[in-house]
């Protein structure tokens, strides 16, 4: 989690404009596992986010990675079940700063 091509660095920066990079690194398989129910998304979310913790974010550098990985789903993956289908159409009709407060709440979701 913490190499050169990773997004949270070992100071504990975190460089959000590695999400794509770090996003299409995954595999379509285990894409297809993770969003094809969402229970099982909430859960990888909810991993992330504690190693996200644990490599010392705060509730804010959480929320504006999510914000990254909730762009880079909205733009280039087709929601594969109703719950990402209205988090999707949520992402695109709200302003950004809604779209801030949207990835605190998801935030907080998946803790």
């Not at 285990?30 to 969402?38: S, T």
């Amino acid at each position: 989690m913490m190499e050169k091509d990773h997004m949270i660095h070992k100071d504990g920066d975190v460089d959000t404009s590695k999400v794509d990079e770090t996003l299409e690194r995954m595999d379509t398989q285990q894409a297809d596992e993770i969003l094809g129910d969402f229970n099982e998304f909430r859960t990888y979310l909810s991993k992330r986010i504690k190693l996200g913790k644990t490599a010392g974010l705060d509730e804010e550098q959480l929320a504006k990675t999510a914000e990254k990985v909730a762009d880079y789903l909205a733009d280039k993956v087709t929601p594969r079940n109703k719950e990402e289908q209205l988090l999707q159409e949520l992402w695109k009709v709200g302003t950004k700063e809604e779209q801030h407060a949207l990835a605190h709440m998801l935030v907080k979701l998946a803790e």
